[in-house]
């Protein structure tokens, strides 16, 4: 029998399953489809928000915060699964009148936004 039942088999209630079940608890997924598809098989390890500078300052922190944490989670993952996350770090694109504004918000969140202007 289950300590926890989690309904939605996404990443974030299979995150939540994970944390869970280290803490000991037992768990159990229901999901009516596939666990990790649809909206997390799109979009799972998108940290950021698209335009960051957009955005309030509690959502830039919780941004940050994410990107420095997921690489360590998607090792310990790859670690305890053998399965390949497939964790890739890149950057964005950004319009020209952006420009100013993610360079300020850059500078504000230390962010190593590294802009390349050309056609």
């Known amino acids: ?4 039942l989690i309904i939605g088999g996404g990443i974030i209630g299979m995150l939540t399953a994970r ?4 803490a000991g608890m037992k768990v159990t997924i ?7 598809h649809e909206s997390s098989w799109a979009g ?11 955005y309030s300052d509690p959502v ?10 997921y690489p360590e989670l998607i090792e310990e ?15 964005l694109l950004m319009l020209d009148d952006e420009q100013d504004a993610a360079l300020t918000w850059a500078k504000k969140w230390q962010s ?3 802009l390349k202007v050309g056609s």
Do not use: C
Request: proline fraction near 4%.
């Open 30 to 36: 229901v999901e009516r489809g596939e666990a990790g």
């Open 77 to 91: 993952i790859n670690s305890e699964t053998g399965l390949d996350a497939e964790l890739i770090q890149n950057g």
């Open 19 to 22: 944390e869970l079940s280290l």
């Open 112 to 114: 190593n936004l590294q």
């Open 60 to 69: 830039s922190a919780l941004a940050k915060w994410g990107q420095g944490f």
């Open 44 to 54: 799972g390890g998108i940290i950021s928000p698209l335009y960051p500078w957009r």
């Open 1 to 4: 029998m289950s300590d926890i």
